[in-house]
């Protein structure tokens, strides 16, 4: 029954995740929204919703260690796992400009999520700060580059009117709360059954769980052979995850850090982050055996957690 319940939060974050982004793309098409603006902050919040429901829910739920675990432990799985399998697949060319932007404004969303850890709890104006942050950077990117969501990639469906777009949306929105909330009960019901930390179960079920948005997409867009789209999934959710869904709970409901993470997940987010900037920058571009390593070094990181 545990594991029916943890399955069926898993498909409902995804359902509901694809769901919410084709229409709210498709309704702010219809409105006459900038392609850009769609995409950073429509298509960009709303792959990043099951992220952001599930760390709302677990902090309401009284475990930090979900809601916190979630966060760090998805970077870590975009970074090493899913950006390392995307790059098996196929060598990831990185575009330097693009880079030397969104590579800069990730790194520094690692560092402000280090800030935040190491204060020990999540406060309501650390999470001011946060959400500031993400406007600034989404101000500054629609400032500085015209970024274009093309509606045949399936972002934004083809013919969707406004009153179906708007179902897609709330339908997508409902599916992801209820998933969500099966998901984080079935955790903390998995970690109590288990025997281990609920943030354990954060960083690693929960983080690839609803990590899997992202990992469809890079998939995809690795077999399409358009890696670019991939490396750029990636960067992009490493910073709403920080900057958004870290910002929004405390502001929601500040919630304190479990000291496992600020003594070593949050260091193994940061060497990830490290990685992933020096195999962008050597060559610009990341190899299939960058690839191989990424994907070495998570298992790595999930064989420490399952000893500890």
Known sequence: MLILELGAGLVLLLLGGESLVRGAAGFAARMGVSPLLIGLTVVGFGT????????LEAAFAGSPGIAIGNVVGSNT?????????????????????AFLRDGTVAALAALACLGVVLMGS?????????????AGY???????ERVEVAEGDGII???????????????????????????????????????????????????????????ATSLMAALRRQPEIAFGNIVGSNIYNVFGILGVTALVHPI???PEIAAFDIWVMLAATAALTA?????????????????AAYAVYIGVLAAG
């Open 279 to 295: 195999a962008a920058v050597t060559g610009w571009r990341i190899t299939r055996r960058e690839g191989a390593a990424m994907l």
């Open 256 to 258: 304190p850090v479990p």
């Open 138 to 144: 989404i101000v500054f990117a629609a400032s500085r």
């Open 122 to 134: 999540l406060e309501r104006l650390a999470g001011v700060a946060l959400v500031a942050m993400l």
């Open 77 to 97: 799985a975009n970074i090493l796992l899913i950006l390392g399998v995307a790059a098996v697949l196929v060598p990831i060319p990185v575009a330097r400009r």
């Open 48 to 55: 990043s919703t099951p992220e952001l429901v599930t760390s």
């Open 157 to 215: 469906p083809r013919g969707m009117g406004v009153p179906a777009a708007l179902a897609f949306a709330l339908g997508g929105l409902v599916l992801t709360i209820l998933g969500a909330r099966l998901l984080v009960g079935g955790a903390i019901e998995l970690a109590e059954v288990a025997g281990v930390s609920d943030t354990i179960i954060g960083l690693t079920i929960v983080a690839v769980g609803t990590s899997l948005p992202e990992l």
